[in-house]
């Protein structure tokens, strides 16, 4: 509770203080940007968490083995995401709804379990120590990126990809018969958001001095997920206040001898996604997964959610 | 009468001079009177080190209560916050700051788990703060505690004893009662604490003659370990290493008798709990490790602990509660001899750090003095799982 | 090798059990219950304290266990899946409502403590137990080399006794014919008069009490009862025999546990410990990218 007092109170104050904080929340926006990407253009990948190891892993074993500038590592840490994420894609992007989640979280558990682990250079169990971490002064790169990356993501899906997108998610089939070149624009939004999510990885792995392999798996987009969802994943602006909220939520609710927070978080999350089912900034509907019987959904420029 | 009234302000001097000194704990004037030592914990009381934390708590909250109950330190009461990290690292990195900066306590204490202490002690150690580490055992929390230059930390301080000491007295031990040949080690790979123990273990055995058959390596959260359990049972050890804690040891340890080994178990802290002792029940019987406290020790201060703990909690400590205790017990220690001056934070936090380097007191753990690298030297328990519930003594090591 | 044989049919079951529930909501429902998991753990937790708290039979702790978990299915269905409906939310809401669920549900057991407001649910907080030894007869043989453990030994007949009811009850009753109904298309059977509303909660608060029961087994086969059962490796093993054996389909999520468990010891002997896990997720995705219907689903059809 004190945590609200004092931003109002003091906002520098809280700033100087709550740098790790506020870096987490833009990490996590940025990862909720990522997930924005396709669940917008309708795929359910639930794949962020692989990228980001990738990101991470990439960008510190550079710095450990080559002691190449940090801007260097973390950009090949994004295009090796990137690569990989078209090698993923290739296979999975013709399965529908929850088969494409199930395969995405195959993906990430396969990696973090069968590679990351059983790799000598990984550091394995014992993850990789970060010397060159800088915790509290991170916070001024991932604020900024985050910026940049919300507004170009405006931007793209104000564009004629983002309506192809739209477009595919409402229905893929009709999409195709007014020729949206369906399979490489849905290619485009997974591998994008494979570098976003690896670019998350890698700044990460930044702030702190360890990188962790238990980082990367399914309870991490779980987290994601419900940062898009809650958020709303019809607006670019959804994901990152579904990021902002669910970051700081433990702090809202950390009362000096009460240790029912997560009673408390998971009420929250119920009472929020029943009154606002399509998010907190929601609009338009989200026909990801498509069973028979759920409403068509409406044209996207309906009410507010 | 000029003599008498000598006398007399004499006697009145003396007389102030007596109510001066309260009866606090240790003695020692009021040069603190009316101010506020301000710690701050941060412990795991949910999540996975909620098996912990809360032990932790209520040890250090006892200590708190007996040092400002019988007058604080030098005048002044201790006034600790414990913050539950949920067992995640991004929070308790997070706590760190923020109590640190914003509620500008003099020291920290914890956190609970080896894996969040990778984020919090450089971070401690950069922003200058004392930080003592109550219930973390692995490898790299002292001296150096993963800061950029791998240089001794100068604010990092440890009350719990580490794995590199008690793993390999507990195997000496062993290899000196029986004199095994062969061993198994089955560890938790994706586990810091339990990945760290393996290290340990490997290294050791070689100075024993225990020759390692295989490393069996499983993922810690997998709900059934018989398969592993089988691969190490067919291979006939007279050892099987268990590094790992909570709910492993005990499947571990149930299997391999289902399956009809009958070698001996040997682990690390993990074993450390009453939980786990309850859990593997008749399985469990023998099974060995070392442990920094045990509940008959008969160092001066241990009885009285133990008797408060019963009375402020009506159950047993146990070890994490010893060391939590102990924790509040040397800092305030260190603050009375410190000096401080409670206007200059940056300054008093030095002064406490240098105070911490010299801390010689009893405690329940026994005599505790911090070596030069800021870490423990103490006495070593080797106990043994009774297979009901509890443990008994097999031997105690003195500290060299 | 005949051993680690055995341990696989044992897991198998285990998984097996855990993944029915998971399969029968998504067939009826299309939605992953990620409160599941939970309910897995809860069952197990309550037959616990009320065996050891309460000092209840096993027999009477096991009925009220499994009744709860039952109680729970309908809490599930009225809080955190018809709300959505009514109010016409994406499919994926019920996602996050059941994770908050989940989320409640072990954090009130891990908090359940001497002193604490869930002390009359569970006592020991995040640590883990087993049931006292002596609380069923469980009697180990060595046959041939092997080790055969009773309680292990019997999770093969009940899971099996189980699915025959199961099956029995869905192909030759009312209840049954209504749910096949539902699964196939809703709108026609709220057309026919179905309840369809009550269709789904008998049939969540069926999965619920089977995944109650399952987490009993879990905890008298494998001595491990915790907030955290269930929720680790289990639920997304659960994922991953659904997809195997096929969505929707009992025989499928059968057939798929013994599959996995199967796969798993497999990669463990020839590959070497560490790859286990891995090795089961590589295998789950090379079945959705060859063939996405699993063993027994039907095919995967648009949905227009």
């Excluded at chain 1, 899906?157 to 849905?186: C, F, M, N």
């Excluded at chain 2, 911490?356 to 070593?380: A, Y």
């Amino acid at each position: 509770m004190d945590f609200i007092l004092q931003l109002v109170t003091d906002p520098v104050a809280f700033y100087q203080t709550h740098t790790l904080l506020i870096a987490e929340i833009g990490i996590n926006s940025i990862l909720a940007s990522s997930m924005f990407v396709v669940l917008y253009s309708g795929q359910l990948s639930l794949a962020a968490p692989g990228f980001m190891a990738i990101g991470a892993y990439t960008s510190v074993l550079m710095g450990n083995y080559w002691n190449t500038p940090f801007a260097l590592n973390l950009l090949v840490g994004i295009l090796l995401a990137g690569v990989v994420g078209v090698v993923v894609g290739l296979p999975v992007l013709r399965l529908r709804g929850v088969f494409l989640a199930i395969a995405t979280i195959g993906f990430i558990e396969a990696l973090s379990l069968g590679v990351i682990l059983n790799v000598p250079i990984t550091g394995e169990g014992l993850g990789l120590k970060n010397p060159d971490a800088d915790p509290l002064g991170g916070i001024n790169i991932v604020l900024a990126s985050l910026a940049v990356i919300v507004f170009l993501l405006w931007r793209l899906t104000q564009g004629r990809l983002g309506h192809a997108w739209d477009a595919i998610r409402q229905d893929e089939l009709a999409a195709l018969s007014q020729g949206i070149p369906v399979a490489r624009y849905k290619m485009i939004a997974f591998v994008l958001s494979a570098m976003l999510a690896g670019y998350a990885g890698g700044l990460e792995s930044h702030l702190n001095f360890f990188v962790d392999p238990t980082e990367y798996g399914v309870a991490r987009t779980v987290q994601v997920l419900t940062f898009a969802v809650l958020g709303g994943s019809g607006n670019v602006l959804g994901p990152v206040v579904g990021a902002l909220f669910l970051t700081t939520l433990p702090e809202i609710v950390r009362v000096p001898n009460f240790d029912y927070r997560d009673v408390i978080a998971g009420a929250i999350l119920i009472l929020v996604i029943i009154f606002r089912p399509q998010g907190i900034v929601g609009r338009g509907g989200l026909a990801i997964i498509r069973p028979r019987w759920w409403p068509k959904s409406r044209s996207s420029a309906s009410a507010p959610g | 009468m000029k003599r008498e009234r000598v006398i007399l302000v004499f006697l009145a001097a003396l007389v102030l001079a007596a109510c001066g000194t309260t009866s606090s704990s240790g003695g020692g004037g009021n040069a603190y009177a009316g101010k506020t030592i301000k710690l701050g914990a941060i412990l795991s009381i949910t999540g996975a080190g909620g098996v912990y934390g809360p032990q932790s708590r209520d040890g250090m909250k006892l200590a708190v209560d007996q040092i400002n109950k019988s007058g604080g330190v030098n005048g002044a009461m201790i006034d600790l916050t414990v913050n539950d990290d949920a067992s995640l690292k991004a929070q308790s990195a997070q706590l760190a700051q923020t109590m640190i900066q914003q509620d500008q306590d003099l020291a920290l204490l914890g956190p609970t788990l080896s894996n969040s202490a990778v984020g919090v002690h450089p971070l401690a150690e950069s922003l200058k703060t004392p930080i003592l580490a109550v219930s973390t055992t692995g490898i790299h929390i002292v001296p150096d505690c993963n800061y950029p230059d791998e240089t001794p930390c100068k604010y990092v301080f440890r009350d719990s004893l580490g794995e590199q000491t008690a793993i390999p007295d507990n195997i000496m031990a062993y290899a000196q009662d029986a004199h095994p040949k062969t061993g198994v080690l089955l560890v938790a790979q994706d586990d810091k604490f339990s990945s760290d123990g393996g290290t340990i273990v490997q290294k050791t055995v070689d100075q024993y003659g225990i020759q390692l058959l295989k490393v069996i390596k499983f993922s810690k959260t997998e709900a059934d370990l018989s398969p592993y359990v089988t691969q190490a049972v067919q291979l006939k050890p007279d050892v099987i290493f268990i590094t790992s804690l909570g709910a492993i040891p005990a499947k571990i340890m149930t299997e391999a008798r289902n399956e009809g080994w009958t070698g001996q178990f040997l682990g690390g802290n993990g074993f450390n709990t009453a939980t786990v002792s309850k859990q593997a029940g008749a399985a469990g019987k023998g099974a060995r490790s070392a442990s920094a406290w045990y509940i008959g020790n008969t160092f001066a201060s241990n009885a009285d602990f133990v008797n408060a703990y019963r009375a402020a909690y009506s159950k047993d400590p146990d070890q994490f509660a010893a060391q939590g205790y102990t924790g509040i017990k040397i800092i305030a220690d260190a603050a009375k001899r410190a000096n401080l001056t409670f206007t200059d934070l940056a300054g008093d936090r030095d002064k406490l750090r240098a105070a911490l380097e010299t801390v010689n007191i009893d405690t329940p753990l026994g005599p505790f003095q911090f070596t030069s690298t800021h870490d423990v030297k103490q006495t070593v328990w080797i106990i043994q799982m009774d297979g009901a519930g509890g443990f008994t003594l097999v031997h105690e090591i003195k500290p060299s | 090798m005949g051993q680690q044989v055995l341990n696989a049919i044992f897991i198998g079951s285990i998984y097996a059990l855990f993944a029915v529930g998971y399969t029968l909501v998504f067939g009826v429902l299309d939605i992953l219950n990620l409160a599941h998991s939970a309910v897995f753990m809860l069952g197990a937790a309550i037959t616990y304290s009320l065996v050891v708290n309460y000092h209840q039979s096993f027999a009477v702790a096991c009925v009220l266990g499994i009744a709860s978990c039952a109680v729970m299915g309908l809490v599930i269905e009225y809080i955190c899946l018809r709300p959505l409906r009514r109010r016409r939310a994406p499919p994926i809401a019920a996602l996050i409502s059941t994770i908050g669920l989940a989320l409640i549900i072990v954090a009130a057991v891990e908090q359940g403590r001497q002193g604490s407001i869930f002390s009359w649910l569970w006592v020991d907080g995040a640590n883990s137990v087993s049931f006292p030894s002596g609380t069923v007869p469980n009697p180990t043989w060595h046959v041939g080399g092997l080790t055969l453990e009773a309680t292990k030994v019997a999770i093969v007949p009940v899971t099996v006794a189980l699915m025959l009811v199961l099956g029995y009850f869905i192909r030759f009753t009312q209840f049954g014919r209504g749910l096949r109904a539902v699964a196939e298309n809703p709108r026609a059977a709220s057309l026919m008069g179905l309840d369809v509303d009550r269709m789904i909660t008998l049939t969540v608060v069926l999965s619920s009490a089977l995944g109650g029961a399952a987490g009993i087994l879990f905890g008298l086969a494998i001595s491990d009862i915790s907030p955290y059962i269930g929720r680790d490796n289990l639920e997304i093993r659960g994922l991953a025999v659904i997809v195997l054996g096929g969505m929707g389909s009992i025989p499928g999520a059968v057939a798929g546990g013994y599959l996995l468990g199967a796969i798993e010891v497999l990669a463990l002997v020839v590959f070497g410990s560490n790859v286990r896990a891995g090795v089961a997720f590589a295998a789950l995705f090379l079945m959705l990218v060859l063939r996405p219907q699993g063993l027994f689903g039907a095919q995967v059809h648009e949905r227009l």
